[in-house]
């Protein structure tokens, strides 16, 4: 699902799949896939945000420091969602505005 939509989904003219540099989805926990991004990229668990409409996904930000978005299926991740997983984001690492 993930990898259609990436292709689906196109920003200035390019699918969104080919503006990142590391994908990682598939069998496995999120934990698993959160412990190759970080590998990967070397981001730190605490500036990384997940959006997931699954909550026994959760677990990402209890063990890793991640901060996880609970999505609503029938919203997605829209304007306000996003916006609402960077405040939280901001609230955790003490950025607030």
Excluded at 73 to 88: A, H, K, M, S
Aim: glycine share 8%; no cysteine.
């Amino acid at each position: 699902m993930a990898e259609k939509m990436l292709k689906l989904i196109h920003i200035n003219g390019r699918p969104a799949g080919t503006f990142l540099l590391h994908k990682t989805w598939g069998i496995g926990t999120k934990i698993s896939h959160f412990n190759e991004i970080q590998k990967l990229t070397g981001v730190d668990y605490k500036d990384m945000v997940f959006f997931d409409d699954e909550a026994r996904n959760r677990d990402v930000e209890q063990r890793l420091g991640v901060t996880f978005v609970l999505v609503q299926e029938e919203t997605g991740v829209n304007w306000d969602v996003f916006n609402r997983g960077l405040e939280l984001w901001r609230k955790k690492n003490n950025l607030e505005k």
